[in-house]
Nanobody, 124 residues
Framework: QVQLVESGGGLVQAGGSLRLSCAGS????????MGWFRQAPGKERDFVAA????????YYADSVKGRFTISRDNAKNTMYLQMNSLKPEDTAIYYC?????????????????WGQGTQVTVSS
Protein backbone atom coordinates (compact mmCIF):
# COMPACT_ATOMS: atom_id res chain seq x y z
CA GLN A 1 0.00 0.00 0.00
CA VAL A 2 1.13 3.56 -0.74
CA GLN A 3 0.12 6.74 1.06
CA LEU A 4 0.47 9.97 -0.88
CA VAL A 5 0.63 13.56 0.35
CA GLU A 6 0.63 16.56 -1.98
CA SER A 7 2.10 19.96 -1.20
CA GLY A 8 3.11 23.15 -2.96
CA GLY A 9 -0.24 24.53 -4.01
CA GLY A 10 -1.19 28.15 -3.53
CA LEU A 11 -2.28 31.40 -5.13
CA VAL A 12 -0.29 32.74 -8.07
CA GLN A 13 -0.83 35.35 -10.77
CA ALA A 14 -1.31 34.37 -14.38
CA GLY A 15 2.06 33.75 -16.02
CA GLY A 16 3.60 32.63 -12.76
CA SER A 17 4.97 29.26 -11.66
CA LEU A 18 4.42 26.70 -8.95
CA ARG A 19 6.00 23.34 -8.16
CA LEU A 20 3.84 20.65 -6.65
CA SER A 21 5.30 17.76 -4.72
CA CYS A 22 3.83 14.35 -3.96
CA ALA A 23 5.51 12.45 -1.15
CA GLY A 24 4.92 8.71 -1.02
CA SER A 25 5.32 6.34 1.87
CA UNK A 26 6.66 2.81 1.79
CA UNK A 27 9.48 0.94 0.12
CA UNK A 28 7.27 0.04 -2.84
CA UNK A 29 6.86 3.65 -4.04
CA UNK A 30 9.52 3.29 -6.76
CA UNK A 31 7.59 0.37 -8.27
CA UNK A 32 4.50 2.46 -8.98
CA UNK A 33 3.78 4.53 -12.04
CA MET A 34 2.44 7.92 -11.00
CA GLY A 35 0.16 10.62 -12.27
CA TRP A 36 -1.29 14.07 -11.63
CA PHE A 37 -4.96 14.87 -12.07
CA ARG A 38 -6.96 18.02 -11.38
CA GLN A 39 -10.54 18.85 -10.61
CA ALA A 40 -12.14 22.27 -10.95
CA PRO A 41 -15.44 23.10 -9.18
CA GLY A 42 -18.37 21.43 -10.90
CA LYS A 43 -16.15 19.51 -13.30
CA GLU A 44 -14.81 16.01 -13.60
CA ARG A 45 -11.35 14.98 -12.51
CA ASP A 46 -9.06 15.43 -15.53
CA PHE A 47 -5.72 13.92 -16.44
CA VAL A 48 -2.76 16.31 -16.30
CA ALA A 49 0.45 14.27 -16.53
CA ALA A 50 1.86 10.83 -15.80
CA UNK A 51 5.24 9.18 -15.44
CA UNK A 52 6.47 5.59 -15.46
CA UNK A 53 8.16 4.02 -12.44
CA UNK A 54 11.62 4.72 -13.83
CA UNK A 55 10.78 8.21 -15.05
CA UNK A 56 11.75 7.18 -18.55
CA UNK A 57 8.38 7.91 -20.14
CA UNK A 58 6.06 10.81 -19.50
CA TYR A 59 2.58 11.70 -20.71
CA TYR A 60 0.84 15.08 -20.80
CA ALA A 61 -2.60 16.45 -21.46
CA ASP A 62 -2.62 18.71 -24.51
CA SER A 63 -3.72 21.64 -22.35
CA VAL A 64 -0.51 21.59 -20.30
CA LYS A 65 2.04 20.30 -22.81
CA GLY A 66 5.00 22.65 -23.04
CA ARG A 67 4.10 24.39 -19.75
CA PHE A 68 4.13 21.60 -17.15
CA THR A 69 6.88 19.08 -16.43
CA ILE A 70 6.44 15.90 -14.42
CA SER A 71 9.40 14.23 -12.74
CA ARG A 72 10.21 11.91 -9.86
CA ASP A 73 13.03 11.15 -7.45
CA ASN A 74 12.67 7.56 -6.28
CA ALA A 75 15.47 7.97 -3.75
CA LYS A 76 13.27 10.56 -2.02
CA ASN A 77 9.95 8.78 -2.70
CA THR A 78 8.73 12.00 -4.29
CA MET A 79 7.11 13.07 -7.53
CA TYR A 80 6.95 16.64 -8.80
CA LEU A 81 4.91 18.78 -11.16
CA GLN A 82 6.61 21.95 -12.30
CA MET A 83 3.96 24.33 -13.60
CA ASN A 84 5.03 27.36 -15.64
CA SER A 85 3.09 30.01 -17.56
CA LEU A 86 0.06 29.33 -15.41
CA LYS A 87 -3.37 30.39 -16.66
CA PRO A 88 -6.61 31.04 -14.76
CA GLU A 89 -8.04 27.88 -16.33
CA ASP A 90 -5.38 25.87 -14.48
CA THR A 91 -7.20 26.67 -11.23
CA ALA A 92 -8.23 23.39 -9.59
CA ILE A 93 -7.47 20.94 -6.84
CA TYR A 94 -4.49 18.87 -7.96
CA TYR A 95 -4.23 15.22 -6.96
CA CYS A 96 -1.37 12.80 -7.26
CA UNK A 97 -2.04 9.11 -7.76
CA UNK A 98 -0.21 5.80 -8.02
CA UNK A 99 -0.92 2.81 -10.25
CA UNK A 100 0.49 -0.51 -11.33
CA UNK A 101 0.86 -0.98 -15.09
CA UNK A 102 -0.48 -1.88 -17.56
CA UNK A 103 -3.46 0.36 -16.77
CA UNK A 104 -4.02 3.43 -18.91
CA UNK A 105 -1.89 6.30 -17.52
CA UNK A 106 -4.47 8.87 -18.68
CA UNK A 107 -7.48 7.26 -16.98
CA UNK A 108 -8.29 8.01 -13.34
CA UNK A 109 -9.92 4.60 -13.00
CA UNK A 110 -6.55 2.95 -13.53
CA UNK A 111 -5.04 4.40 -10.36
CA UNK A 112 -5.11 2.58 -7.06
CA UNK A 113 -4.00 5.20 -4.55
CA TRP A 114 -4.73 8.91 -4.27
CA GLY A 115 -3.56 11.85 -2.22
CA GLN A 116 -5.87 14.34 -0.54
CA GLY A 117 -5.22 17.10 -3.08
CA THR A 118 -3.70 20.56 -3.02
CA GLN A 119 -5.44 23.73 -4.21
CA VAL A 120 -3.93 25.75 -7.04
CA THR A 121 -5.50 29.14 -7.77
CA VAL A 122 -4.35 31.30 -10.67
CA SER A 123 -5.58 34.88 -10.68
CA SER A 124 -5.96 36.91 -13.86
Amino acid sequence: QVQLVESGGGLVQAGGSLRLSCAGSGRTFPTYAMGWFRQAPGKERDFVAAITWSGGTTYYADSVKGRFTISRDNAKNTMYLQMNSLKPEDTAIYYCAARKPPSDPRSASGYDYWGQGTQVTVSS
